[in-house]
């Protein structure tokens, strides 16, 4: 490895960490901790939104996805993110704002009962923690193809660095660095377009051997009978459930947005954050069909990128691009132990235990984030077996997105949904999505049928139950009455 690299590589850790202490100051309560102390401006919401989102699935385990499928890759971003993102910039963070929560379960807690907030926050919080495990799996993976290092140093010296500014810094510290890492990775991204298309012979060069070798990579979509990517089944299973749900109900993604300083920021940076995803396919897909025309030897396609950074780079540059790998994976690291913190100290705790004491939670959330981190360390050593990076967190993912989305956009347009339909929905819905699926359904079409079972099973279960007795004005919409519910922020239409 060269000095050069070496020496970008340990600037960049030290500034991260320096960063993270730094605004460790400026915390004083849990306010500040989880919620930056509602201090964040629009372009930071939109940058450290994509660094979060930008993560191990999506870097390391697009380009391993593209060296298998090619360019159908791309519509996780053109037809699953975008259209989502709009939605919750325009929908659902108002309602969010309004309703004046921490986090979504504490959304779902006073729109249907107290029962379906612990639920909703105990299941997002297990999914988080394997989250958080792939992605310190992953850099360990980057670190072992490019420095040689052993898989259990990765874990462990990444979970120290991350440690330190989560925990002194919490959620400023987790949205400043994510928007430094951003800017690196949209810079190495490019640098490997222009170089890698130059090295191929140019444009034409690389397109011809491309089609030549792989002449299904350039398809935009993929044959209804195909293994993993259906086009039916991405439109269903990715455009109507998986990718609303993401980005209208992740905790780790929506908590920038309730940390913002106005709900125009909040809107703000969510629609930003969309403008700059749909230059994300090129940074992403193109180092894996990279990969493929220069004849990569690689044991799996999730090494792809790493293998570009090692082979295509010229020093400093590869130091640089290293880094943006470390940062995308970093980011969704910190923001998955202090998200899964919140909902473990707020949506957990305070309901189950009657006497919490409120000023206690930042103490608790940085002893939680700590644990958290220490269970996902022991937990990344276990993903080799589950696949490639990015089929295991689709797969969890589609277990409960159906149920949780269903939950959610009946709550916000409906006043029919009941609590105890709310309950039993969230209850039955995720079994049947782990049944659908060990019966060998593709994971976007389980996502798609728990979906369509969890709006009929809330709809008539909400038919014969009791509906909830608290005012619903400033946790529904009612676009149909014509009148303006209490609290709507002003210049919000």
């Not at 929560?101 to 923690?129: F, H, K």
């Not at 992740?250 to 947005?257: D, E, F, G, V």
């Not at 570009?308 to 910190?334: C, E, H, R, Y």
Request: aromatic share 10%; charged share 10%; net charge neutral.
């Amino acid at each position: 490895m060269h000095p050069l690299d070496l020496g970008i590589i340990v600037a960049y850790l030290g500034l991260i960490v320096f960063v993270g202490l730094r605004l460790s100051g400026k915390v004083k309560d849990a306010h500040d901790f989880f919620l930056a102390g509602r201090s964040l401006a629009w372009w930071v919401i939109g940058l450290s939104i994509i660094g979060t989102n930008i993560g191990a699935d999506s870097y390391v385990g697009a380009a391993g996805n593209a060296y298998n499928v090619g360019i159908a890759q791309a519509n996780f971003e053109w037809i699953g993110a975008i259209p989502a993102m709009i939605l919750a910039s325009l929908v659902f963070i108002p309602l969010y704002w309004k309703a004046g929560v921490y986090s979504v379960p504490e959304y779902l807690g006073l729109r249907y009962n107290q029962a379906v907030r612990v639920l909703a926050a105990a299941i997002t919080s297990v999914v988080a923690v394997f989250a958080i495990g792939v992605a310190l799996w992953a850099i360990a993976l980057t670190l072992q193809t490019y420095l040689g290092w052993p898989i259990w140093m990765g874990i462990m010296v990444t979970g120290t660095v991350v440690g330190l500014y989560s925990i002194a810094g919490g959620l400023a510290a987790v949205a400043f660095t994510d928007t430094l890492q951003v800017c690196i990775m949209f810079l190495g991204g490019l640098t490997i377009v222009a170089l890698g298309i130059s090295e191929t012979g140019g444009f034409s060069g690389f397109a011809t051997t491309l089609i030549s070798e792989n002449p299904t990579h350039l398809q935009a979509y993929l044959p209804a009978d195909h293994s993993d990517f259906p086009w039916p089944a991405v439109i269903l299973g990715l455009g109507v459930v998986l990718s609303p749900a993401y980005w209208c109900a992740s905790q780790a993604i929506l908590q920038r947005t309730l940390g913002a300083r106005s709900q125009w920021d909040a809107s703000a940076g969510m629609m930003f954050a969309a403008l700059g995803k749909s230059f994300v396919p090129l940074l992403v897909v193109f180092p894996g069909l990279l990969a493929l025309v220069m004849h990569a030897e690689i044991q799996y396609p999730d090494m792809a990128l790493p293998w570009v950074i090692k082979n295509v780079l010229p020093p400093g540059i590869s130091g640089l691009m290293f880094i943006a790998i470390i940062a995308a994976l970093q980011s969704t690291i910190d923001s998955g132990i202090n998200s899964t913190s919140l909902l473990i100290t707020r949506d957990i705790r305070h309901v189950l235990s009657k006497n919490t004491n409120p000023d206690a939670d930042l103490k608790v959330g940085r002893y939680l984030t700590l644990i958290i981190l220490l269970l996902a360390m022991c937990i990344a050593p276990l993903i080799s077996q589950m696949g490639g990076i990015y089929a295991f967190i689709q797969t969890m993912l589609s277990l409960f997105q159906g149920p949780m989305l269903a939950l959610l956009l009946l709550g916000a347009f409906t006043r029919r949904a009941t609590p105890a339909a709310g309950l039993f929905t969230l209850l039955t819905g995720v079994p049947l999505a782990a049944i659908i699926m060990a019966a060998g359904v593709n994971m976007l079409y389980v996502a798609f049928s728990s979906f369509v079972y969890a709006l009929l099973s809330l709809w008539v279960v909400s038919g014969f139950t009791a509906r909830n007795t608290r005012d619903l004005d400033n946790l529904t919409y009612f676009p149909w009455r014509g009148r303006k519910p209490e609290g709507e922020l002003h210049g919000h239409h």
